[in-house]
């Protein structure tokens, strides 16, 4: 006994021409290399500054270093000064407000 599904898709390709036929493995194999790259595609980080992700979570220098400490938020060393990442502190702000 054949399943529907199969009936229903045999039935579309045996009326499909060679031509329908390589159109529809096309878009496919378009969209899964377009999900592929999509999903490899890496955006660098927006880094803020210290002063401004303090202001981001409306906390004080001294809390925002202490979230550092305690792994809460992982700031970045470059060139003297320290930075932190946008969307990390926005995460984190999610998370505070459902709390």
């Known amino acids: 006994m054949t399943d529907n599904s199969q009936l229903i898709n045999s039935v ?19 969209k899964r ?18 002063k401004d992700a303090a202001k981001l979570l409306g906390v004080s220098l001294p809390t925002l270093d202490a979230y550092g400490e305690h792994g809460i938020l ?5 060139g003297g ?8 502190i926005l995460k984190y702000q999610k998370t505070k407000k459902s709390k």
């Open 12 to 30: 579309l390709i045996q009326g499909a021409t060679l031509a329908d036929i390589e159109a529809m493995i096309d878009r496919a194999v378009a």
């Open 33 to 50: 290399m377009e999900d592929f790259y999509e999903s490899i595609r890496h955006k660098p980080p927006v880094l803020v500054r210290r």
């Open 74 to 78: 992982h700031p970045k060393h470059l």
């Open 81 to 88: 000064r320290v930075y932190y990442d946008e969307e990390e």
